[in-house]
């Protein structure tokens, strides 16, 4: 499902993509942790690699990839992952529910969106 509108708003570092009923406002953090690129998602079921310490990430540019998707280029040097329009309208429908998960496997595993975070376990 093709957006009618695609706007990227540099400030707040969030793409605004609107359909007919719809608009979602999707975070550049949100969007680098949930990149559709093998990095992230792993070569097969299940092999997806977490992704952490993303808080401040940016998008630089973004590039149109034909009629069909996005091309994401981001300040930490991720720029493998096409966004399809597909794939960008299941990541805005499924905001709430992916970000949930996304920060309780943080929580699971230790890590931390920020950075300059760590986490000491004590045994």
Known sequence: MKPSSIKFH???????????SE???LPAEYLRVFSP??????????QQVLQ???LNVQIKSLE?????????????????????????????KNQLNN???YEER??????RRDPAETVVRLL
Do not use: C, M
């Open 10 to 20: 540099r400030q707040s570092q969030t793409l605004e993509l609107a359909y007919l």
């Open 23 to 25: 608009i979602f406002i």
């Open 37 to 46: 690129s093998a990095e992230v998602q792993g070569h097969g079921p299940n």
């Open 52 to 54: 952490h310490g993303k």
């Open 64 to 92: 149109a990839q034909g009629n069909y998707a996005l091309k994401l280029i981001f300040n930490d040097g991720h720029d493998s992952g096409i966004f399809t329009w597909g794939y960008l309208y299941e990541l805005g």
């Open 99 to 101: 970000w949930t998960d």
């Open 106 to 111: 943080l929580r699971e595993t230790g890590k």
